[in-house]
């Protein structure tokens, strides 16, 4: 007994520990307007500066605001910080006019000095930013980076609320970089306060501000009461459950519990074949593309009629089968929504025996058995085998390799490493040199070019193209890049995934954004 | 027994050390570069390389080691690569929830292992042993995650009696630790229950039933203390994983402890995360190793640690 007392005891003092820990319950007053959400996993930044992926920028476009923004269901540029811009006829100069009434949720107003800041924090080593990248084109920025200069000095302030951009060279794309998070403006007081702690001390000026945030289980954002927008959010405040697998998503769904939720593969049928529930799936296609790459300098890649023959050999409307058929098939690289897509693209349809006849030309004997490298994955794993299956048929004996994401991007980086891997890339930029010359460029070799492709005049095309601010003719030449990179086949072009989500009845203007997480000022709840 | 303690405490720390240094060897020859784990898959080649410059990764390993030590005993587990915060605030933060639910899951097991182990012994060979022995063996064979997932749906879903999932307030507690003791109350009361049957065949038992005891005042009065001496070893051990995290049961029902961290940190590679939570591991373990010990003294007055014969 004197055992049980003890661990009795033990579990009190925890018990207690535990819930100063957990934080009160979230609790609003009766009609609160509440969109509840939940996630697998923990959001894990809040700092601009700091994340690149969609679960931190989420809640980050939702606290803090750039210069320009995309529109909620598409990829078109708005104000958002700036209410009008102009951009030089070469590209070099970019000119931003600030609305005045913009605040930071601690009521201090926002400035062109807090976008400018924001630049350089990234910009600076010592942030360690994944968006630094992005900004090294802006004048002065390598003196900035080096530590020659204290400032940037190709941001200009004439006035508190202009903002002028000098670049180094022309960059059409330019302002769609300061649609990124990073870019948004933080109040440099509060970011010298925490530091590296900023990100759970997140003060933006953005719709939303930060209320709680507990490692593991939640996230609170309420409304900011200084948001410029008249009328916004609607939504008086958002509380995203961290942890909840699909499964548990689903149920706490069913349950009424969250508002919108992700349907797990199971149930994604039932739900399309129930009026009911099929009303209240929204979908838009991703500027994704899937695909399986083959590394162009190892034997037998090396020869185009062997990479023609596996883009022949995999049947793509299978794999879409089985995703529940949440994909569109690829003809090539670029993804439908993306500017500069064309839907003429042909592709290469399924024709095994084509492929066999290819492969045979190329002399590859039977038996060949390269080696795939893939995500650890369910949904990965089934595809692999669906294309294993078809390889099969061809007389290719596939052998499948599923690694963790970290093994997979360093071992898809060696030259003379990977045979072939199955990826996916998502556009940063609504624009074509975001695909083709991050991925077939053969200054992108060891970083994204990881099939090793090269090909002159793809590279010559790219080069011509990337300086041209006139829309029609820029994408006329990477029509020409991508019809070439098609022919050559250092992809099997696979699918462009469809996102799908349901929503409760009762939550309205949910939309899912092509690019970017869905933006929540304009969601609103009806009484329910 | 001071000695005796400040000896183990010794050993402890080599444990601590060997598993650091085993842990930071298997880190390091993983195929995976942490500047692209922190970095992400777009990075540039310059951004990878400015970071592998500030983290100190090119440097040899047993550089990187040597100040990732010193940087341990201070107590700074570094920062997370994904999570991009204190491994010590995360590992802080996550273990409460973790140790409540691990504590009041080993108690519950420990009530139902007794209590099973004690009536079965007490009705040895008779209809209710063997009933206890088969629903002991069932508790013993469930799969926690299928348990779980059943209770979640059940309890959870359909009674909606408890809440689904999550950690919030005494009730969401429930489910998980009824997940987690039945398993570990099915053993333990097969251990009891042989170790019970041991005892009661030796001699001072048989001493007291001679002088007039009954059976069931011979078990508790005087069998009790030395048949639960291999239940507390388990125990302790268990209790030991138990507050290290338990990946399935937290995972089921989102239950924010050090489990579910230490499988998100593997499944991103997250180095310093990993680290850290085999390092904590280590130490949970360490330390209940050493309690085990002390508690047997307490239990039996007659083992004298450290002592020769």
């Not at chain 1, 992700?262 to 399309?272: D, G, I, K, L, Q």
């Not at chain 2, 079965?120 to 060979?125: D, I, L, Q, S, W």
Request: charged share 20%; net charge neutral; proline share 7%.
């Amino acid at each position: 007994m004197r055992n049980a007392d003890f661990l009795l005891l033990c579990a009190l003092l925890l018990a207690v520990a535990a819930a100063c820990k957990s934080g009160p319950p979230v609790q609003f007053p009766p009609g609160t307007r509440v969109l509840w959400l939940a996630a697998a996993d923990d959001v894990p930044t809040l700092d601009p500066a700091v994340g690149y992926d969609s679960a931190s920028w989420a809640y980050e476009q939702a606290i803090f605001d750039t210069l320009v923004r995309y529109g909620d269901a598409n990829v078109e540029l708005q104000p958002d910080l700036a209410l009008s811009w102009e951009i030089s006829k070469d590209a070099t100069r970019l000119t931003f006019h600030l609305r005045r009434d913009a605040r930071f949720s601690n009521g201090r107003p926002v400035t062109g000095a807090d976008v400018k800041y924001a630049i350089e924090r990234v910009l600076k080593p010592s942030t360690r930013s994944q968006g630094a990248e992005y900004y090294r084109g802006i004048a002065g920025a390598a003196d900035f980076v080096a530590g020659r200069a204290r400032q940037v000095a190709g941001i200009e302030l004439p006035d508190p609320y202009t903002i002028v951009f000098h670049l180094t060279g022309p960059d059409p794309i330019f302002i769609h970089k300061l649609t990124m998070p990073f870019a948004a403006a933080v109040p440099r007081e509060v970011t010298e306060k925490w530091g590296e702690d900023f990100s759970h001390h997140a003060v933006g000026s953005g719709a939303f501000k930060l209320s709680q945030w507990i490692s593991g289980q939640r996230l609170v954002l309420v409304r900011n009461p200084y948001y410029f927008a008249g009328g916004l959010p609607k939504l008086d405040a958002v509380v995203e459950l961290t942890g909840v697998n699909e499964e548990l998503q689903w149920l706490k769904y069913e349950a009424g519990e969250i508002d919108v939720s992700s349907v797990p593969s199971p149930e994604f049928p039932a739900v399309m074949k129930s009026p009911r529930l099929k009303a209240l799936t929204i979908h838009n296609v991703t500027v994704t593309t899937n695909y399986l790459g083959m590394n162009c300098q190892m034997a037998p890649f090396t020869d185009v009629r062997v990479r023609r023959a596996f883009n022949y050999a995999i049947d793509k409307e299978k794999l879409l089968a089985l995703l529940n058929g949440r994909g569109v098939v690829a003809r090539g690289v670029l993804p439908p929504g993306l500017p500069g897509y064309t839907p003429d693209v042909t592709g290469y349809p399924y024709d095994p025996g084509r492929a066999q006849r290819l492969l045979e030309e190329a002399g590859v004997r039977k038996g060949f058995a390269p080696v795939l490298w893939m995500r650890a994955d369910q949904t990965m794993l089934l595809l692999a085998q669906s294309v294993q299956q078809d390889l099969a048929l061809v007389g290719v004996n596939l052998v499948l390799k599923p690694v963790a994401w970290g093994p997979l991007l360093d071992a898809v980086r060696q030259p003379h490493n990977t045979q072939m891997f199955m990826l996916a890339w998502e556009a940063d930029f609504p624009d074509p040199e975001n695909f083709l010359e991050v991925l077939f460029s053969k200054r992108q070799w060891r970083s994204n070019n990881d099939t090793f492709f090269y090909d002159p005049q793809v590279d010559r095309l790219m080069a011509e193209a990337a300086p041209i601010a006139d829309l029609a003719r820029r994408f006329e030449l990477y029509r020409e890049a991508e019809r070439i990179i098609i022919g050559q086949a250092p992809w099997v072009f696979l699918y462009h995934p469809v996102n799908y989500l349901i929503r409760q009845p009762w939550v309205h203007d949910y939309v899912i954004n092509p690019m970017r997480p869905t933006r929540l000022e304009k969601v609103w709840i009806s009484p329910h | 027994m001071l000695a005796y303690v400040l000896r183990r405490l010794g050993f402890g720390i080599v444990v601590l050390v060997g598993t650091s240094i085993i842990t930071f060897i298997i880190a390091f020859v993983v195929p995976a570069d942490p500047a692209v784990t922190i970095a992400g898959a777009k990075a540039d080649p310059q951004t990878l390389a400015l970071i592998r410059t500030q983290l100190g990764l090119n440097q040899p390993i047993y550089v990187q080691y040597a100040r990732y030590l010193a940087r341990v005993v201070q107590g700074d587990l570094g920062r997370s690569y994904i999570l991009r915060q204190s491994v010590t605030r995360l590992i802080a933060e996550r273990f409460p929830a973790t140790a409540i639910l691990a504590l009041c899951a080993m108690a519950l097991s420990l009530v139902l292992g007794v209590v099973m182990g004690v009536v079965a012994a007490a009705y040895k060979e008779r209809a209710i042993d063997n009933i206890l022995l088969v629903v002991s063996l069932a508790l013993i064979s469930l799969p926690v995650f299928w348990l779980g997932t059943m209770l979640l749906i059940g309890a959870g879903f359909y009674l909606r009696s408890f809440p689904l999932g999550g950690f919030s307030g005494a009730r969401s507690l429930i489910l998980p630790t009824i997940t987690l003791a039945l398993g570990s109350g099915g053993y333990y009361s097969r251990i009891l229950h042989t170790s019970l049957g041991e005892v009661m065949g030796q001699d001072y038992i048989r001493t007291a039933l001679g002088k007039g005891l009954s059976r069931r005042q011979a078990m508790l009065k005087h069998a009790m203390a030395n048949a639960l001496l291999p239940l507390v070893t388990l125990a302790g051990l268990d209790l030991a994983g138990l507050l290290s995290g338990v990946v399935l049961t937290e995972t089921v029902f989102n239950w924010p402890g050090i489990g579910r961290l230490a499988f998100e940190a593997i499944f991103n590679l997250d180095i310093p995360l990993i680290m850290g939570t085999v390092l904590f591991s280590a130490f949970l373990i360490v330390v209940a190793n050493l309690l085990v010990d002390l508690l047997y003294v307490w239990l039996d007055p007659r083992i004298r640690l450290g002592e020769q014969p």
